[in-house]
């Protein structure tokens, strides 16, 4: 059975001990997807995500002519062992004017701008198109710079975004006469550049990279710290050490997913140690506050743990990414919260997960930080991704009783004491479903709206949450119908399809 329409998290109430391993990293994996048609030889890819992102990009690939297999992964259900075997840089032609090739790209970012300059190396016409949402967010960066190599990109709706059609190899130069034709191909080839911003998404960059090898281009990027954007190196160096003549390449966990799992530590575990401690003076209940949370950083990124961790350990993600390439793995480094907090190089989209933590009570330490509120700034990528995550945040922790203020780009946290359930939007958004149902490990009577949309990073994601100790938390997962609890959900029932 499918997920349903509306189901009720029940909070924990009693420290668990958990060992979760999570899917591999999207980012890597669709990245990894690009490379393996591009290499010269059949690339096996281990540890890779199967989600809706990353099937969409097999399911393009796989249309396009590329051969792509896949094989069941024994240690993570939502992870495949992907071969894909490499044309050598050769893209398979596409359609004509008046049949182009149809790539459907659902509301996947990475599928939409890695294919665009992926189908350039090809010939014909292909047409790229997706959800409503995806036609909405932004590709004239991207768009620009193909058209400065040389490229043909339309856009249908003259907005340069999706639906759009991209005329590979001579296609749309049929009014050019053999003269001028034969002139063009005896001339010198000019070096193919271009210049790229960064500004509204780093895919642009990574984009281009990923082909640029190929296609024989130059690629400057702008924008505010374009050299060291977190996403843009991870394309470099993933670029570095990927097998381009064949062989296997092994994808880590993501991070970001991971990051509720760190969130769920903090909200379950250490919270209710800290009852023991309620009774103490304000400053003897912060420092132990920190003491307890680093001797679980310690355990749970393979350190040395300090005092008294055995039993006390709760939660702990598998396999914690150390390869330096995930911005978010970084994560558990912000726990307590700091006073601020950047979208822009400290975290990626495990940034939506600490806005969840600053609402509750112990989520940053500190009276003054209570009076102030953290701020979480420079967040305006969030507002073109799945949906305005900015307003979403917003409106949904409001709804929990939390006070939210947005200014500009900007958002100030204020801890609450007696956060309370709603009935969560989820904008169709994996990552806010995610969110908040971790928040409702601690918050009664919070209803997650449309939870199957998790499909698109994270199929398991809430069989993880129900399943018993070690693989999962054990927490109680109801489909509400009529506004009541009506079936207990385990399983098959918690999958999103």
Known sequence: MALPDLIEIVPLDQPVRADITVPGSKSITNRALIL?????????????????????????????????????????????????????????????????????????????????????????????????????????????????????VESENGNDKLPARILAGNAGRFEESQTEFDLRKSAPAAPKKCRVSIEESSQFASALLLSSKAGGWQIE??????????????????????????????????????????????????????????????????????QVWEWVKAAQLGGKPGLATGDQLAVRVRNWPSSGW?????FPQFIPLPDKISREGQLGDSIMTAVLLAADLWGGIGHERREKGIRFTELGRLRVQECDRVAALNAELTRCGAKV?????????????????????????????????????????????????????FPNFFQKLAAPPPHGLGVEIWEIKDGQRTRKLSGPDLFAD
Not at 233 to 253: S, W
């Open 36 to 152: 393996g048609a591009l290499a010269d030889g059949e690339v096996t890819l281990q540890g890779a995500l199967w989600s809706e992102d990353t099937q969409i990009m097999v399911e393009c690939l796989q249309e396009l002519g590329f051969m792509v297999n896949t094989e069941p992964d024994p240690a993570e259900p939502c992870n495949r062992t992907i071969t894909v075997y490499g044309h050598g840089g050769a893209v398979p032609p596409g359609g004509t004017d008046s049949q182009p090739l149809e790539l459907f790209v659902g509301n996947a970012g990475t599928a939409a701008r890695f294919l665009a300059p992926f189908l350039c190396l090809g010939s014909g016409v292909y047409r790229l198109h997706g959800v409503p949402r995806m036609h909405e967010r932004p590709q004239a960066p991207l768009f620009q710079a193909l058209r400065d190599l040389g490229y043909l």
């Open 405 to 457: 203020v947005e200014e500009g780009d900007t958002l100030v946290v204020y801890q609450t004491r007696q956060l309370h359930g709603a009935d969560i939007e989820t904008y169709h958004d994996h990552r806010m479903a995610m969110c908040f149902a971790i928040l409702g490990l601690k918050v009664p009577g919070l209803r997650i709206k449309n939870p199957a949309c998790v499909k698109k990073t």
């Open 326 to 330: 995930q911005i978010d793995a970084d």
């Open 221 to 290: 990027i702008e924008g505010e710290n374009a050299e060291e954007s977190p996403y843009v190196v991870m394309t470099q160096r993933l670029m570095d050490v990927f097998p381009k003549r064949g062989g296997t390449f092994q994808i880590e966990p993501d991070a970001s997913s991971g990051s509720y799992f760190w969130a769920a530590n903090w909200l379950v575990s250490v919270n209710s140690w800290m009852k023991d401690f309620l009774a103490a003076t304000y400053p003897q209940i912060e420092e132990r506050f920190h």
